[in-house]
């Protein structure tokens, strides 16, 4: 049970743990190793941890529009659409000049295309799609041992879980130059410079934050 009044609590807990791309990030604290690259593209020789359970498992919290329809956004996103975008005739291009034959079923390319690359089955759920793009735990953990809410709202308990909080390393573990996609001057810096990545710009893309005073307790117990 929840203590009464402890609801406005578990609401900033909650986005305290969501919110990513606002002008306040929560950035990851020290993790060990396994825990903080479990499920991460392009970290498959990491010890995985934690199982994966799905984007469907995550969706069923995540696609309502009271706490910020996050599984929609995901869905609209190029992450979502990023295992298609290997049978494109550019990454078909890109492959042949990297020696790839085909680009949806090597680990060049798939390793950070897909989610749980190279996890042993033992570890995903029975339902889990590993051609499903850059999914939801490819950024935040293997989530089967904390995507319940009773966990999700208590943040030190998720991260210990297999919680993967946000910066920029999770991030440029993909998004770097052994992409043939990468372009060392697509962000313009506020200095002037130039940077093939810049985290603070890029996660505005994918902002997907719970909305400012939700409620996790408005549709019953927390179970």
């Known amino acids: 049970m929840i203590p009464e009044g402890s609801s406005i609590r578990l609401g900033r807990a909650i986005r305290g743990l969501l919110t990513i791309?606002?002008?306040?990030?929560?950035?990851?604290?020290?993790?060990?190793?396994?825990s903080a690259a479990d499920g991460i593209p392009g970290a498959s020789s990491v010890p995985v941890v934690h199982k994966f359970a799905g984007n469907h498992k995550c969706?069923?919290?995540h696609e309502k529009e009271p706490i910020g329809n996050q599984y929609g956004v995901w869905l609209d996103s190029t992450h979502a659409k990023a295992f298609g975008t290997l049978a494109t005739d550019k990454a078909k291009k890109w492959g042949a000049e990297a020696g790839v034959d085909d680009p949806q079923a090597d680990e060049k390319c798939v390793k950070?295309?897909?989610?749980?690359?190279?996890?042993?089955?033992k570890m995903v759920s029975r339902k889990f799609d590993r051609t499903a793009g850059v999914q939801c735990e490819a950024c935040h953990g293997a989530g089967k041992d904390f995507r319940k809410k009773k966990v999700m709202i208590d943040r030190d308990l998720a991260v210990s879980?297999?919680?993967?909080?946000?910066?920029?390393?999770?991030?440029?573990?993909?998004?770097?130059?052994?992409?043939p996609a990468w372009d060392p001057g697509r962000y313009s810096l506020p200095g002037g410079g130039k940077a093939g990545f810049d985290y603070d710009q890029a996660v505005k893309k994918i902002v997907h934050p719970v909305p400012e005073g939700y409620d996790p307790l408005a549709d019953g117990e927390v179970d």
């Not at 295309?113 to 996890?119: D, E, M, Q």
């Not at 879980?161 to 992409?179: I, M, P």
Request: proline share 7%; hydrophobic share 35%.
């Open 59 to 61: 969706k069923t919290c």
């Open 112 to 121: 950070c295309h897909s989610t749980a690359y190279g996890v042993p089955d």
């Open 21 to 34: 791309g606002s002008s306040v990030v929560v950035l990851a604290p020290a993790l060990p190793a396994t």
């Open 161 to 179: 879980k297999g919680l993967v909080l946000q910066n920029a390393e999770v991030c440029t573990r993909c998004h770097n130059d052994e992409s």
